[in-house]
């Protein structure tokens, strides 16, 4: 079959079967996304007022944590040299002061959890419980209407009730969003393609709080779910990381034992040990979902610094490269499924098979590019207004590449006891927001597999 009847069959589908999922729980960051696009003219004479020197320093090699402007900007110079996304936490009170004043061009719903609960809620209609650090007025005015929930107690009793129904007025957890698209210019350096730089300037999710509700009654939400996805680790240090993630393991224990699949949303995550320490606790994870620059950084502290180096060396990356690496990472936490996102195409390892996994690959690309083109999704239908967006015109040699490596043929193949599935992706020529993709992809693949599943 050609990719353009695969992707309208596993469209029509996922359609007709999602409605068979009735409750994925999502957990832990939500927050306000002020997204700004860049200018290069001002975004120069930033620079040269902080001085470039210290800037183009940040901009080889990130910091962990943004403690100076010349952090904030060289964070930004870093993602439009590479076209990579990347996120760091604002700690110092004079950045996030500087950024506000930098300003916004629009506010949208942000964070993994919050984009996921519009998505899967909002749009697919299929019933989320939401993790909220801090239920605002404007933050609950972002999410969208239908079956989204948070747990709310009232005399004693947890009840779920959607974000605006909360009725509370807590922080605005703000995250600011830099914007720009491919060709962006700056000094000699020219963005490969378009993506974003991430302060997160909220005390809450870079510190992964987790809401008393979740706490104290995780095993009453956790009655209420079918699948969960976990996300927003990639913030945390080696002084904070560890509450958290007790916190975590036990809703993972719980979650295991009532046979509900977990799935990890990684994110570009700078600390090593919390590195380390994901690593660890894969395997109680079903899933994970990853791009290239994080399956790099984890490779990197599983001491496969050759291997790491490949998966940032060509564009699009090498897929062999890339096999090798999640076969790896499979192989040293036995996480089931380890779904890998590029720009151009994606890739499924599982430990089962069936071309459900590549189908639902194929629904998630589509979604994508629907986000893409559309801006925002508002139903599944308009899901397929992306079928008319032509296929990567360079994903026919990563293809090549798998068949002749793995004898891949309609994008699967078998590979040392486990299934590689793979999809070209849909490429839309002049996007209109890159935020929240990533999150579209994993999220709809996750779920539409789970929905496909015979």
């Known amino acids: 079959m ?3 009847a695969l992707y309208s069959s596993a469209f029509d589908k996922v359609r007709e079967n999602i409605g068979k999922i009735d409750g994925v729980l999502l957990a832990y960051n939500t927050n306000i996304d002020a997204i700004k696009y860049l200018d290069s003219v001002d975004l120069e004479r930033r620079i040269e007022r902080v001085g470039k020197d210290g800037v183009l320093r940040y901009s080889e090699e990130l910091p962990e944590k943004i403690t100076s402007v010349e952090h904030l900007l060289g964070g930004i110079l870093w993602s439009i040299r590479r076209g990579k996304a990347a996120e760091l936490f604002v700690e110092s009170c004079t950045v996030r002061f500087y950024m506000k004043q930098w300003g916004w061009d629009e506010l949208r719903m ?76 700056v000094f000699d350096f020219e963005a490969p393609r378009e993506n974003r730089f991430i302060g997160a300037a909220d005390d809450y999710n870079p510190n992964v709080y987790i809401r008393p509700e979740f706490t104290e009654h995780f095993e009453e939400i956790a009655k209420k779910a079918e699948l969960g996805i976990i996300s927003g680790l990639q913030t ?59 399956l790099a950084s984890i490779m990197e502290v599983m001491g496969e610094k050759g291997l790491a180096g490949k998966l ?42 069936g071309d459900f996994v590549r189908d639902a690959l194929l629904f998630a690309a589509l979604a994508a590019a629907a986000k893409a083109k559309l801006g925002d999704v508002r139903s599944i239908d308009d899901v397929v207004k992306a079928i008319d967006v032509p296929v990567n015109e ?14 891949m043929k309609d994008g699967i193949a078998e590979i040392d006891g486990y299934q590689l599935s793979f999809a070209p992706t849909k490429i839309v020529a002049r996007p209109k927001s890159t935020v929240g993709i990533g999150d579209t992809i994993s999220s709809s693949a996750f779920v539409g597999e789970f929905a496909l599943r015979p």
């Open 236 to 294: 945390l240090t080696r002084e904070n990381y560890r509450e958290p993630f007790e916190e975590m393991v036990r809703h993972l224990e719980i979650l295991n034992a009532r046979n509900v699949p977990v799935h990890l949303e990684f994110a570009f995550t700078a600390d090593e040990t919390v590195r380390r320490a994901l690593i660890d606790v894969l395997g109680n994870f079903h899933s994970v979902g990853l791009n290239e620059v994080e």
């Open 312 to 353: 940032l060396a060509d564009d699009p990356v090498d897929p062999v490269a890339v096999t090798e690496a999640i076969l790896k990472l499979a192989e040293r936490t036995g996480v089931k499924r380890i779904h890998f996102h590029t720009y151009g195409y994606y890739l499924a390892l599982t430990d089962y098979g």
């Open 110 to 185: 942000g964070g993994q959890v919050g984009i996921m609960a519009n998505l899967l809620g909002g749009v697919y209609n299929v019933p989320v419980i939401a993790h909220v650090p801090q239920i605002s007025r404007l933050q609950a005015a972002l999410f969208k209407d239908g079956p989204i929930y948070v747990p709310k107690l009232e005399n004693g009793k947890l009840n779920l009730v959607h974000p605006k129904e909360f009725r509370a007025d807590e922080e605005n957890c703000i995250h600011y969003i830099y914007e720009f698209p491919r060709g962006f210019r």
């Open 394 to 407: 360079k994903a026919g040699a990563v293809e090549e590449r798998l068949t002749g490596e793995y004898g």
């Open 2 to 4: 050609s990719w353009d």
